[in-house]
């Protein structure tokens, strides 16, 4: 066996530790997004067709807190374990280079209106002007995490390649 072909078979071999903990990464990074996207669901009414109420006007307090909670955890993951090494620079491969140049500004986009979603209903307090705002903004959101996903879909593509 070459020594290329042993490094790839040794679970202590860096390489393969390093290709474990992006794959680990990739996958926790994907269960959070879903997380995102069924408390989204929950949180805009949309869980159940059957259970869409047209009318529903009022979102609770603690539905709101907890969506925003698993969206910034995700947003923060993306950023601290993906994002944050391939603005440093320490990303090597050019496939991986080139599909982030393409998609990293809208991705950054993203969170910039993630985290300016989180704080502006950071003291929600389900006055009639707050649910006026939230309702307003909701569809947008639903927008903006479809987009990230794709543009993160991406990325990851490259980076498991």
């Known amino acids: 066996m070459s020594p290329s072909a042993e490094a790839l078979n040794d679970p202590h071999s860096p390489g393969v530790e390093r290709r474990e903990r992006l794959e680990y990464t990739i996958v926790s990074l994907t269960r959070l997004r879903q997380d995102v996207v069924v408390a989204y669901c929950r949180l805009a009414g949309v869980s159940s067709v059957d259970q869409r109420d047209d009318a529903r006007t009022h979102i609770d307090e603690n539905t709101l807190r907890s969506f925003c909670q698993i969206m910034v955890d995700y947003t923060a993951m993306g950023h601290f374990e993906i994002y944050q090494r391939i603005i440093d620079g320490k990303e090597r491969r050019r496939a991986v280079k080139e599909v982030a140049a393409q998609v990293y500004p809208a991705i950054a986009e993203t969170t910039d209106w993630l ?3 989180n704080d502006k209903y950071d003291a929600f307090d389900g006055s009639e002007e707050d649910m006026q705002l939230l309702a ?3 569809s ?22």
């Open 136 to 138: 307003g903004d909701l």
């Open 140 to 161: 947008r959101l639903g927008e903006i995490i479809t987009v990230r996903g794709e543009l993160e879909d991406r990325l990851l593509t490259a980076l498991r390649a």
């Open 115 to 117: 985290v300016d979603f």
